[in-house]
């Protein structure tokens, strides 16, 4: 047995290095072919795999041995072939990410991105600008559409399965268009979501996002009962106001809430933890208080 190991060891090392030689721009061959398609399972291209390593096969090896951590030098020897059979049989899945938001998935994102080389900044799990940044470098260099949206052919590219729950936050432009009011004065503004089903300009709402992030983080949820409001929404409170049924409301057409960037959150009064938190911290955020009367009504004024 012992003498059957040592004489086919050897042998087996001999196939191995045959199959994976030394590979550079001008080699041609079966093991070009492999190279090849290895890349191409990886998310790179380098062209058609027909054996021959011209420079597109070239940029291509340059590419993945950067997002691998490698020396870029173009040349196929035993690191970036074995960087290559780690990464042959990629393909991942994970739920779409974008632009604000949160969770668990964001942070396996970011630091997927980071390993292969495109630096999404601290894994912090909130998709940010600088990993939106990563994410359509990343998506550029693997030839997909550097859209920044983190969907199933980029999850696939990223060759990581993640699972786990992301709250949207804000979409930044691109959210939904609709008529609000200033002063009496109707204007398009532009929203996005915010936690519990509501709204508030796009602008406004990334800043109510990471300011829901952080309070999060030390242990505050906050529940907000109020965000946009429409001219429908502000006509029914007032009436409401007026019959002696509703809270105490703005004359419709003169609500913050109908510019969207005013956001009622339940603090449950200046005495809780909530409301404290706020006081210390929304400042940093850009929001503010602005009607003595009202602990819960805060507005995005940077
Ligand atoms: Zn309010």
Redesign the pocket.
Known sequence: MVAIARASAPALRQTTAAASPTLREGSKGAAVVTLQNKLKAAGFNPGAADGSFGPKTEAAVKAFQRARGLAADGIVGPKTWSALNATASAGGSGPTLRLGAKGEPVRALQQRLNVLGFNSGTADGSFGPKTEAAVKAFQQSRGLAADGVVGPKTWDKLGIKVQGNVSTGNTGSGGRVVTGYVNGSPRKISLAAIPNGKEMRSDAAAAFNRMYAAAKSAGITLKVN?GFRSMAEQQALYRAYQNGTGNLAAKPGY?N?QGGI???INVGGTGTATYRWLANNAKNFGFVRT?PS?P??WEFRP
């Open positions: 109020s609500s809430h005013a956001v009622d009607v009202e819960w009504h």
